[in-house]
């Protein structure tokens, strides 16, 4: 089975744009979370999508959104970009998105703002 | 809140163990989980643990006590390539809370 995959790799924006993330999770899966790496910061959670329904968020503010299709890809958007977006973006995918279910992790998105 | 604390570095050497403790506090207790990260990768799952006792995954061990609001992850026979970054993380429904992460370094 292929795992989660994440495009693009890498991304340069500037301060006031806007950015698509996508994740095409493990087949089968139908939980997608997003995560948030900086090393201030640590890992924290943006939103978990299931069966195209957003089901969780975290305390993120309202540029930051998403979204998830019938095949169970997702995608983040986030507008007006800040300096301080600049991170390492995850998406993660598992079964049904348990606490008794791993979740596997893509290679991330790293995100850099100029 | 819900929050977890745990050391930020550890140090040790090739063949030794080494265990990684986690303190949490939660609204509600959904088992604690643990997370390897290398320096640019993706965290990937270790072990979970939903009830009081130790979990055995090869040279990886976890354990959790409820009543003391505590976990750890015991590293054995420890290996170069063990040198990363390990997280706790408690959750349910595909969102995960983590602790700020342990950088273990293996010296030889």
């Known amino acids: 089975k292929a795992g989660v995959t994440q495009t693009p790799r890498y991304l340069i924006k500037t301060r006031g744009q806007q950015v698509t993330l996508s994740c095409s999770p493990i087949s089968g899966h139908r939980s997608v979370s997003w995560y948030q790496q900086t090393p201030g910061q640590g890992l924290q959670f943006l939103f978990e999508y299931f069966s195209e329904t957003q089901r969780n968020k975290g305390n993120f503010p309202g540029r930051f959104s998403g979204r998830q299709f019938s095949n169970s890809r997702s995608e983040m958007n986030v507008s007006t970009l800040e300096l301080g977006d600049s991170a390492l973006y995850l998406c993660a995918s598992s079964e049904q998105g348990t606490s008794n279910q791993p979740q596997h992790f893509g290679d991330g998105t790293r995100l850099s703002i100029l | 809140g819900q929050s977890l604390e745990q050391p930020s570095e550890v140090t040790a050497v090739e063949g030794a163990i080494v265990q990684i403790n986690c303190t949490y506090q939660t609204s509600g207790f959904y088992g604690l989980s643990w997370y390897q990260q290398h320096d640019g990768g993706a965290p990937t799952f270790l072990s979970y643990n939903a009830l009081d006792g130790l979990e055995e995954t090869g040279r990886f061990s976890s354990f959790l006590s409820r009543s003391d609001s505590y976990g750890y992850l015991l590293l054995q026979e420890l290996q170069m390539k063990d040198s990363a970054s390990y997280f706790c993380?408690?959750?349910?429904?595909?969102?995960?809370?983590f602790g700020q992460g342990t950088t273990l370094q293996v010296k030889p």
């Open positions: 993380a408690h959750g349910n429904t595909g969102k995960l809370i």
